[in-house]
């Protein structure tokens, strides 16, 4: 049976707010109590009248001599203060509030109006600055070539090898791998070898680019656009190049392909790469 | 939270511009600033003056007010140096009726207002409030009456009030408030029957 009818619900909450005002005036109440109810004593007059009778009953009780039992002095009080400044002026306040407001959306439509002019120069920067992070990108791969032109690479061997040598030679060269080459004072390796096309990941990157700025070709301007994308058909064209110039060169020295791997033009670059990725 | 806490909230607000929380704090602890005042000047009536500038005082220089002290404390030096000043300005004894006592009816009215100070109406009223509380707290149940007394004379804390009793804070808070809504409703009872015109005369 549910008796929550509204006159009793609202019944409950007035005897509730008054037990908490009664525990407020005892200075007993939780501190977020205690701020609700004073926010709601300040416009409640009728819960004001209830505080100032239970300062009235204290004082009835304690039966103190020669102080009279009304608000005179609290009305008087009130009424002088009428007459003196409020702290933090509320209407200051308001003003300020108001102010900020204004100000605010005078910022808001400087910021649109900035937006429009600065939005393609943010996108021609953010353009800018994605071709540097490519660029120094590609420049930290250089020393990566450094450890392949040290480091005794199959491929090298290949490119070393010489009309006349057989097959086996060059199978033997590849099973044996090459001393490590003496230090040199200037930390220069003693000779360099250009890495095959099927190594060259630039293609990986670029393909990672694309994808990166169409994704936000919202932020870059139609030139940004065009640069990046020119960028990346250039390195693309760069590749294939390269991959020409292996399969001639394959074809030059037939014996000399490693038995096992695939000519590098014959099939999609990230599968050549992975091939040589797992060569022995 | 403390009396202190408690007060702190309202003088914070104050502080942030909210004038009737000032009128909170003046209808708390009026009664307990003129009783003060009444050690140093035993006329009410000039005790209330001095209460009410004191209070004006206190509001004035509620901005500088810390809350390293209680409210209360505070008040109460502001309170005690206003009627010390008063004194000092009339440079006179706490009572002194400038009076020729030669007069026999002048004589009679020195002779009362030093037996009884107030109007006879102020006095009537306080008088009848008084009563009125007394007998609501007579007619309370045990427990609410010791709950009360304990708090209001003695000025124990809830906790302090719950280990006196033997029950739980929480039930002292619901006994304390249920004796002062007894005697608010007989309050209210004798205020919408005249007591506040009665008032309004003082």
Request: hydrophobic share 40%; with cysteine; glycine share 6%.
């Amino acid at each position: 049976m549910n008796d929550e009818r509204p006159e009793v619900r609202q019944e409950s909450r007035q005897v509730e707010r008054d037990s908490q005002l009664s525990a407020m005036f005892d200075g007993e109440l939780a501190s977020a109590e205690c701020e609700l109810l004073a926010r709601r004593l300040v416009r409640d007059e009728a819960l004001r009248g209830q505080w100032s009778r239970y300062a009235l009953i204290g004082a009835a009780l304690r039966g103190e001599r020669g102080v009279k039992l009304h608000d005179k002095v609290a009305h008087r009080v009130q009424a002088a203060l009428s007459q003196e400044p409020t702290y933090g002026d509320a209407s200051t306040s308001d003003v300020a509030a108001n102010s900020t407001r204004s100000n605010s959306a005078a910022n808001a439509s400087l910021g649109d109006r900035w937006m429009r002019f600065a939005r393609p120069v943010v996108g021609a920067s953010v353009a800018a600055g994605v071709a540097a992070m490519s660029i120094l990108w590609l420049r930290t791969q250089g020393p990566d070539v450094h450890v392949l032109a040290s480091t005794p690479v199959t491929e090298s061997i290949v490119l070393q090898a010489e009309p006349g040598d057989t097959p086996t030679d060059t199978l033997i060269a590849q099973a044996v791998p090459q001393p490590e080459p003496a230090p040199v004072s200037n930390g220069e390796p003693e000779r360099y070898s250009t890495p095959a096309p099927s190594s060259q990941t630039s293609i990986a990157p670029p393909a990672r680019f694309a994808t990166y700025v169409v994704a936000h070709s919202e932020y870059s301007g139609p030139l940004a656009r065009r640069m990046a994308l020119l960028g990346i058909v250039g390195t693309e064209a760069q590749a294939d190049e390269l991959a020409e110039a292996d399969a001639a060169a394959a074809a030059a020295a037939p014996g000399t392909v490693a038995p096992g791997t695939v000519p590098p033009n014959t099939v999609p670059a990230n599968t050549a790469r992975g091939a040589v990725d797992n060569a022995p | 939270m403390t009396t202190e806490e408690s007060d702190l909230v309202l003088v914070k607000r104050v502080q942030r511009g909210d004038k009737t929380a000032f009128d909170l704090l003046v209808r708390k602890y009026q009664h307990k600033v003129v009783k003060l005042v009444l050690r140093y000047v035993r006329n009410p009536a000039e005790a209330e003056d001095i209460a009410q500038e004191a209070f004006i005082k206190a509001y004035r220089a509620l901005p500088q007010f810390r809350g390293d002290s209680a409210f209360y404390t505070w008040m109460y030096r502001i309170a005690i140096n206003t009627a010390k000043n008063q004194l000092a300005s009339r440079d006179r004894s706490p009572i002194a009726y400038d009076l020729d006592l030669n007069d026999p009816e002048e004589s009679h009215s020195v002779q009362t207002k030093l037996q009884d100070p107030d109007t006879p109406e102020g006095m009537a009223l306080t008088e009848e409030i008084r009563g009125i509380v007394n007998s609501a707290i007579e007619g309370l149940p045990e427990e609410l009456k010791t709950a009360i007394v304990l708090r209001e004379l003695d000025g124990l804390s809830y906790e302090e009030i719950a280990a006196a009793m033997e029950c739980p804070v929480g039930t002292v808070r619901s006994r304390i408030f249920r004796a002062r809504e007894a005697i608010d409703k007989r309050l209210r009872e004798v205020f919408e029957g005249g007591l506040g015109r009665t008032e309004e005369m003082v």
